[in-house]
């Protein structure tokens, strides 16, 4: 009886093993297109990526960049539009290099973990040095001449000024002497009024006496 129950113990594990055994973890492999690329520093670039079962069974895996850290403090970072699931599966990478990445070769290195694992896939991208813009701007200069005409219209102007003002103190001259001719003709008859008073008063005086 205890043997039977052993053997009815371990039936469910030999067949869970055997199963696992048929039916195990698979492997992946990684294809890129394409493979490598060349750009300038402070552009990117684009690669597709496609994720297939390269043996056993489909359980779900994730792609990553095995080596981000090291391109990261390079100047060089990928982003990557699906990093899992279950193969196969694909998606596009963009490869973002820094203005101020050296110019040089450089290694990027595909890798899918999980259940599903993978090899190494190399992208090779080529970094050559940035790109600069140069800018010319033309001056243009003017020369302004002034002709002579412009000098004798001031001439003319100075002159119709000056005889102006003459014919303006010409014409005040007389009406200052009016008034103190005027004004002398009141005194004299106010004299001669006087005298006359005088002498009215006078010979009445002598009337009374």
Same mark, same amino acid.
């Given at each position: 009886m205890r043997n039977l129950l052993?053997?009815? %113990? %371990?039936?469910p594990l030999i067949m869970a093993g055997t199963a696992i055994a048929q039916y195990g973890y698979g492997t992946s492999s990684i294809s890129l297109n394409p493979n490598g690329a060349s750009t300038a520093a402070g552009s990117s670039v684009q690669t597709s990526y496609t994720v297939n079962l390269a043996s056993g069974n489909t359980w779900g895996t994730t792609l990553g960049i095995a080596n981000q850290g090291s391109l990261s403090s390079q100047g060089i +970072?990928?982003? %990557?539009s699906d990093s899992s699931g279950d193969p196969p599966f694909s998606g596009t990478a963009t490869i973002a290099v #820094? *203005?101020? &990445?050296?110019?040089? +070769?450089?290694?990027?290195?595909?890798? &899918?973990?999980g259940d599903d694992p993978s090899g190494p896939t190399n992208y090779t991208i080529t970094v050559t040095g &940035?790109? +600069? !813009?140069?800018?010319?701007?033309t001056t243009s200069? #003017? +020369?302004?001449?002034? /002709? *002579?005409s412009t000098s004798t219209s001031s001439s003319t102007s100075s002159t119709? !000024? /000056?005889t102006s003002t003459t014919?303006?103190? /010409?014409?005040?001259?007389? #009406?200052n002497q009016y008034p103190q001719q005027q004004s002398n003709i009141p005194l004299y008859v106010s004299i001669l009024a006087v005298i006359v008073l005088i002498a009215v008063i006078v010979a009445a005086f002598k009337m009374q006496k």
């Open positions: 052993a053997v009815f %113990l %371990l039936f +970072t990928v982003s %990557l #820094s *203005p101020s &990445a050296k110019p040089g +070769t450089y290694e990027v290195t595909f890798q &899918a973990s &940035a790109t +600069t !813009s140069t800018t010319s701007s200069s #003017s +020369t302004t001449t002034s /002709t *002579p119709t !000024s /000056t014919t303006a103190i /010409t014409t005040s001259t007389p #009406s």
